[in-house]
């Protein structure tokens, strides 16, 4: 994909954008007017390709982040897209460049107020990598935060070759990538995840080796226990019952007493470091059936998110 040149950069490009606290689909606008983002010297302007959507944006909407946010904002973490401008200090990327990332690094602490549904976005050089090339620019959109989510969290559970691990919620976009980190990256050595009926045939074709039907079979009943937990649905009440003594739980849920809450830090390692396993198709972006929306239809998007049935991940693309 060519890049523009600098000079053929608008001053002005359409941006999904929200100037109140509510429901995505009460409050988000398309505004086709604008100012493009001028990047700071450590950042690159993007020419955005492909956006892909997270929880954490409608959370956003609804006002988590009220008390460091300053409205108006334009929505969105991830994004994949081609260089067309590069600060003064920026040394990995040049014009031309085909990248992607999540562009929060600090997604909770001061996260941008010029996010990535937009023509044109502004990131920071630390948390973007080169797109693997084996990878369409929708697939690369879809794995930042999902992906890094998922590594973070099996790091600050220690899963390592030998320990078992269970996901809680493996459909979803984070489960996905934590049932395939975990069995290729982490070498564990049983990866067990909860679905409903219709998805437990996807979690085995990721590679959990125990695929639990929670509509049939509640959590704490079953047999076994766990070196590490990763909860994505806010089941950790039920996870303590299947941790082994001395094992670790994981959630992205909201602070238990019992287990290990975080919000990711966004890094550029986490994607470089994977890019092996991405480029050998033994890591791979799972995007849902229904989850490819046009620009145009970012709003239908999130209201399909919201249901929480999505399998995998949903993007945006094209965007104009």
Known sequence: M???SSDSIPSVNKAWIYSDYGNSSDILKLDPNVPVPQPRDDQVLIKVVAASINPIDFKRMHG???????LPIVPGWDVAGVVVKVGSQVKKFKVGDEVYGDINETG??????????AEYTAASEKVL???????SFVEAASLPLAMETAYEGLERGELAPGKSVLVLGGAGGVGTHIIQL???VFGASKVAATASTAKLDLLRSLGAD???DYKKENVEDVPEKFDVIFDTVGQV?????????????VTIVGPAPEAIFFFLTSTATTLEKLEPYLESGKVKPLIDPKGQFPFSKTVEAYSYLETSRATGKIVIHPIP
């Not at 990598?129 to 990878?135: E, F, W």
């Not at 009440?237 to 082994?244: G, S, T």
């Open 129 to 135: 990598a080169l797109k693997p090339k084996n990878l």
């Open 210 to 212: 125990l695929a639990i």
């Open 237 to 249: 009440d039920q996870a303590v019952k299947v941790l082994k003594e001395g094992g670790k739980i």
């Open 64 to 70: 988590l982040l009220k008390a460091v946010d300053d």
């Open 2 to 4: 060519a890049a523009p």
């Open 182 to 184: 975990a069995k290729h």
């Open 108 to 117: 909770t602490v001061k996260p941008e107020k010029f996010g990535t549904l």
